[in-house]
């Protein structure tokens, strides 16, 4: 018989893989243990929101892996920050204009 140890298990996931599962479920335990502090934001008329709440989570974690894919890799930080740091100059000019 074939012993079954540790070592013998390997799992292939890819790098982008990773990225976004690992993000995903982040994302999901973080948002479940706060839910009801951010369902009190999408009450209207006392009437529940879904749609609202639901665009929410969705476009929080679509940023929210952007960002951390972005972490993942040590070459992308490097330009972002210095576009950011351009488009947060040339914002903060037109606002005070």
């Known amino acids: 018989m074939k012993k079954y140890r540790v070592d013998n298990i390997k799992f292939k996931v890819s790098h ?7 993000s995903t479920l982040l994302y999901i335990v973080y948002n ?4 009801d502090k951010t369902a009190k934001w ?16 969705i476009a929080g974690l679509c940023i929210f892996i952007a960002v951390f894919t972005l972490f993942a890799h ?15 100059g ?6 005070s204009k």
């Open 32 to 35: 479940a243990v706060n839910f």
């Open 42 to 57: 999408f009450y209207l008329k006392n009437e529940f929101d879904y749609i609202g709440i639901s665009a929410f989570y």
């Open 74 to 88: 040590r070459y992308t930080i490097k330009p972002l920050a210095i576009i950011i740091i351009i488009l947060s």
């Open 16 to 22: 982008i893989s990773f990225c976004i599962l690992y």
């Open 90 to 95: 040339a914002s903060a000019y037109f606002i």
